[in-house]
Nanobody, 117 residues
């Protein structure tokens, strides 16, 4: 099993920034990819960004140029720097860790991000 603990959500005004963190523990040797998904009310959960052990990244088109994912393998922690936030970024953000993009993997408890004036 892999345990994921998220932090860093909150309320921010449009145009502001937030940084999410996700610390992994447990059978971390089984993990290649760490990433963030989000789910807004009434919508399906969607990939926001992911990063492999080697540093390859994937981003949703809606966040490219605004969000940056990074990873500290020594600390087993992934980060999501979110800049130029928009109201449509409002959602519960879930950390995810898995061996392959095609797998469901492990999930964190979720952290609320609200972008509102």
């Amino acid at each position: 099993q892999v345990q994921l603990v998220e932090s860093g959500g909150g309320l921010v005004q449009p145009g502001g920034s937030l940084r999410l963190s996700c610390a992994a523990s447990g059978r971390i040797f089984s993990i290649n990819i760490m990433g963030w998904y989000r789910q807004a009310p009434g919508k399906q959960r969607e990939l926001v960004a992911g990063i492999t052990n080697a540093g390859s990244t994937r981003y949703a088109d809606s966040v490219k140029g605004r969000f940056t994912i990074s990873r500290d393998n020594a600390k087993n922690t992934a980060y999501l720097q979110m800049n130029s936030l928009k109201p449509e970024d409002t959602a519960v953000y879930y950390c995810n860790a898995k061996a392959d993009w095609a797998l469901n993997g492990y999930w964190g408890q979720g952290t609320q991000v609200t972008v509102s004036s």
